[in-house]
């Protein structure tokens, strides 16, 4: 019989255990391989329809500002929904919660953006389209939709751990994306429109930050100096800050998005009941 | 040994626990019974250290709260619905709850009483609710536990496993494990339970042997001494039953009989 046993195993062995396992069923999830699956066609027909690499990285850059956050939201927080109970009983083990966070949130993360990279990169490989302009492009945009799917997947986590209610998380989760991902650069758009004659660009600035898809979009375009695609936030962010110290700025607006959120989730999942 | 002490728990408008005390005794089998809504899922999970009590305490023997991950070495639950990651095969999950436990030398008796390891190498999505449920009994036994937490343990489970599987808790039991198990089916509370905790609203209405519950409140049967119990009028008792440490002493609920 088992009195009081500790764990010999340190939180950094408990959260890689618990990666592992997590990962390797994520990875055989079949959403997960439609996802890497649709983004490898998506990036094969705009590199067929482009005829060159850096046109079809431009086009890809709407398809993968639009999809990552839908499938890292929304099939994120269901697949975390599902995972109730077993995350339930992964709690009564003799595991400390953070430990069983960081490995959760690892177990999904790190699946969702090795599919993330191969869906985008191998298009490329298999239509020999990289070449020197190219793949700098590529490696931005695989890394900062990388860090996209780790904003993203903390949101679900935060999502989950705050609502209870499945149905109601889920919508919170489509709210959150439709917000960000489609309503808010028009709301935006409308309040400058609406406050022109009023010196409203620093507003503007505090705007894009408060959007990751805004900032991704900013640093990606900024770098691939796309200047007409921007956006009005965009425009002014690179008005303000240009196009060096506005794409660091972004990008460190967007790692501090990862952060906030992971935060935040971690310390209700340590705090909350279950 | 389990010391419940005066946890009081409330969820939104909704006061779930109301001062409850038990203490759940080295070699006997606690039942917890109530109806719906009593507070027994939330009793279990404050056990478990899943729920965090507004107030009170729930300590193990040498006083160390069941929150502290190590306490929780001590514990093996089975859950009501057991639920595992889809794409994993009983195998891995068996695996991985291994390789959390390094320390412990996985005990396998349940595995080959319940016939189950040869089903165990398909991914849990394909496997029906039945080995899902002998799954989860083999993770409650297999890190030797000296508590033993069972939701509802043997729904789901053939007459032949749900046999093996009271055996393997008597076993536990004889072995001076502490078990705590919640069912609705009494001719099981009368097989396995030595002790009867009622809950009703939040509060423990009898705490104490069965055959001390069948002796006070003149009842033949288990469920006819348990719908006694339900009758009792809501806030005629106080809102703790027994002390810690004291689960042979009983207080029984008269007002269900005067």
Redesign the interface.
């Known amino acids: 019989?088992?009195?009081?046993?500790?764990?010999?195993?340190g939180r950094v062995d408990?959260s890689w255990?618990?990666a592992i396992?997590?990962s390797?069923?994520?990875l055989?999830?079949r959403w997960l391989i439609a996802y890497a699956g649709l983004l490898t066609i998506a990036g094969d027909l705009l590199l067929r329809l482009a005829g060159n690499g850096p046109s079809a990285l431009v086009s890809l850059l709407n398809v993968v500002l639009l999809l990552i956050p839908l499938i890292a939201l929304i099939l994120g927080a269901a697949s975390l929904y599902?995972?109730?109970?077993?995350t339930?009983?992964?709690?009564?083990?003799?595991?400390?919660r953070r430990a069983l966070f960081v490995g959760l949130y690892l177990g999904l993360t790190v699946p969702l953006a090795s599919s993330t990279a191969l869906g985008l990169t191998l298009p490329f490989l298999i239509e020999r389209a990289l070449d020197s302009t190219t793949v700098p492009m590529l490696a931005l945009l695989v890394a900062v939709s990388m860090l996209l799917v780790c904003v993203f997947t903390a949101l679900a986590f935060l999502v989950t751990v705050t609502v209870r209610d499945r149905a109601r998380g889920l919508g919170v989760a489509v709210l959150a994306w439709l917000g960000m991902g489609l309503l808010y650069d028009g709301v935006v758009l409308a309040v400058a429109t609406t406050f022109r004659d009023w010196p409203i660009e620093r507003g503007m600035l505090v705007a894009m930050v408060l959007n990751p898809i805004d900032l991704a979009r900013t640093i990606l375009l900024l770098r691939l100096d796309v200047a007409v695609l921007m956006g009005y936030t965009g425009a002014v962010f690179r008005a303000a800050f240009g196009t060096t110290g506005g794409a660091t700025l972004a990008t460190v607006a967007l790692v501090l998005w990862v952060i906030a959120p992971w935060w935040l989730a971690a310390r209700a999942f340590d705090?909350s009941?279950? | 040994m389990i010391c419940v002490h005066d946890v009081h728990k409330r969820f939104g408008a909704v006061q779930v626990l109301r001062g409850v005390t038990l203490a759940l005794v080295p070699g006997r089998v606690t039942a917890i019974v109530g109806p719906n809504a009593a507070g027994k899922s939330t009793l279990i999970r404050s056990v478990l250290g899943l729920v965090r009590p507004d107030r009170g305490s729930i300590t193990l023997a040498d006083g160390r709260d069941v929150r502290l991950p190590a306490a929780r070495a001590a514990l093996g639950y089975m859950p009501q619905q057991p639920s595992f990651p889809d794409n994993l095969t009983g195998h891995e999950v068996l695996a991985m709850l291994d390789a959390l436990r390094p320390d412990v030398v996985p005990d396998g008796t349940l595995l080959e009483r319940l016939q189950v390891a040869g089903q165990l190498d398909k991914p849990v999505r394909t496997l029906s609710g039945g080995t899902r449920q002998k799954l989860s009994a083999v993770i409650a036994f297999r890190y030797r536990p000296s508590v033993l937490i069972l939701d509802e343990p043997t729904a789901g489970l053939d007459p032949l496993a749900a046999a093996v599987f009271k055996s393997a808790i008597v076993a536990a039991r004889d072995a001076g494990v502490t078990v705590l198990l919640t069912t609705h089916v009494v001719a099981e509370l009368a097989v396995l339970a030595d002790d009867i905790a009622f809950l009703l609203d939040g509060v423990i209405r009898f705490a104490g042997p069965v055959a001390v519950l069948l002796q006070e409140t003149g009842a033949a049967t288990l469920d006819a001494a348990l719908a006694a119990l339900m009758q009792t009028p809501a806030g005629s008792v106080p809102a703790s039953a027994i002390e810690p440490g004291a689960a042979q002493r009983v207080r029984i609920v008269r007002e269900a009989r005067s």
Not at chain 1, 1 to 9: F, H, P
Not at chain 1, 88 to 96: D, H, K, M, V
């Open positions: 019989m088992n009195t009081i046993a500790t764990s010999s195993l408990l255990i618990i396992h997590q390797r069923d994520v055989r999830k599902s995972a109730r109970e077993f339930e009983l992964l709690l009564a083990q003799p595991i400390p705090r009941d279950f």
